[in-house]
């Protein structure tokens, strides 16, 4: 399939209620779309870099830049033919995983809807027993002002069916925190994500937590670091996922090797797209890993494709792919909607995606447009 045409969408939307994390507060989301076209069809990425280099040193703006002027004038009249061919497009590209996702993500939409598959179909191709109907997922709540409100926040999350909380932390901001909702909600699965707040010195503070039943201590230490996880890892009880420092299948080689979690968060994105993802999964599956997938305020566009990945069939944990309704008000695709009996969201079983994009909410909410064509 050629690629004739690709156009490029700066939006900002407002979010339901602020996101606070140790990298900051956000009010809003602004994000990249792209739509990939190639004869009569549309796949669509989203980027997920934001506006500030907390997560990545990826903005949206930085990803605009690498995108326009060196992505997608390297792919646009090329054959495409398989969804893998995109990550090989994009290697004269050092480093950007969160711009180059945004592609590898439109291809695999396209493809698929050309061989008459769901993304989740084709992207469990190489697996026999498929791809899953449904997957479990949690709900990840940004630190409040107050403990008390914390523990407002969780008892309403579960009142609405999620059957997985993930609380953030931050120095300060921790063990008590973590204590209280353990004693509040004692049956409840818990998990702390410290997105690389932390330093090996504070291991007595995590010793400390061991005795929480918490289903997974998420990235405590340095953004980059596998090394100094590993050190941490032998020193306490509960599980230790990585997240920000596995940007490779060779990062969670290394990580498997020596020995430095028991889970690994897949965000797709942040590997640079599905194809990584996909092998990434793979390893952790033959290793005994945990895998679940991660997410980053994702619209619509980005949540299908999400829980494309998290139907694989290695995948062993509830992942954060909330509701439509958890981040938006009004968003630019087709909702998604929790089943509360059992805490998962259907997988898409349309081809591709399996999406509508509202293209008048997504023209509303473009800050700026760009249409690039061979």
């Known amino acids: 399939m050629k690629i004739e045409q690709i156009d490029l969408y700066a939006i900002s939307m407002p979010l339901v209620s602020p996101f606070k994390t140790s990298f900051g507060t956000q009010q809003q989301r602004d994000c990249l779309i792209l739509a990939l076209h190639s004869e009569g069809l549309t796949g669509w990425g989203e980027c997920v870099a934001t506006n500030d280099p907390g997560y990545s040193y990826e903005t949206a703006v930085t990803a605009w830049h690498i995108l326009s002027d060196f992505l997608i004038t390297a792919v646009l009249g090329q054959d495409l033919q398989e969804p893998e061919q995109m990550r090989d497009w994009l290697r004269h590209v050092r480093g950007h995983p969160l711009a180059k996702a945004t592609l590898d993500q439109a291809a695999w939409d396209l493809i698929a809807q050309r061989d008459g598959l769901s993304f989740a179909q084709k992207l469990a191709a190489p697996y026999p027993e498929g791809s899953r109907s449904r997957v479990e997922v949690g709900v990840s709540i940004g630190m409040q002002p107050t403990m008390a409100q914390t523990m407002d926040v969780i008892a309403r999350h579960l009142g609405e069916g999620y059957g997985r909380i993930k609380l953030k ?206």
């Open 169 to 374: 932390i931050q120095p300060g901001h921790d063990l008590e925190l973590a204590r209280l909702a353990r004693q509040t909600f004692p049956h409840t699965r818990i998990m702390l994500d410290a997105n690389s707040a932390y330093t090996l010195a504070d291991a007595p503070l995590f010793q400390q937590m061991d005795g929480l039943n918490l289903l997974m201590i998420e990235q405590p230490l340095g953004y980059e670091d596998i090394y100094q996880h590993s050190k941490l890892h032998p020193q306490i009880k509960s599980p230790l996922c990585l997240d920000e420092s596995i940007h490779s299948t060779a990062d969670a080689q290394f990580a498997i090797e020596i020995n430095a979690c028991d889970i690994i968060n897949i965000k797709p994105s942040r590997v640079g797209g599905w194809t990584t993802a996909r092998e990434i999964h793979d390893l952790c599956r033959a290793a005994g890993i945990g895998i679940w997938v991660g997410g980053m305020l994702e619209t619509g566009i980005g949540r299908a494709a999400q829980l494309a990945l998290a139907a694989l069939p290695g995948i062993s944990l509830p992942g954060d792919i909330s509701a439509t309704s958890r981040y938006y008000h009004q968003d630019i695709a087709t909702h998604f909607f929790l089943n509360a009996a059992d805490s998962t969201i259907t997988v898409p079983t349309g081809p591709g995606l399996g999406i509508e994009v509202d293209k008048d909410r997504l023209t509303t909410v473009t800050q700026q447009r760009k249409t690039f064509k061979k």
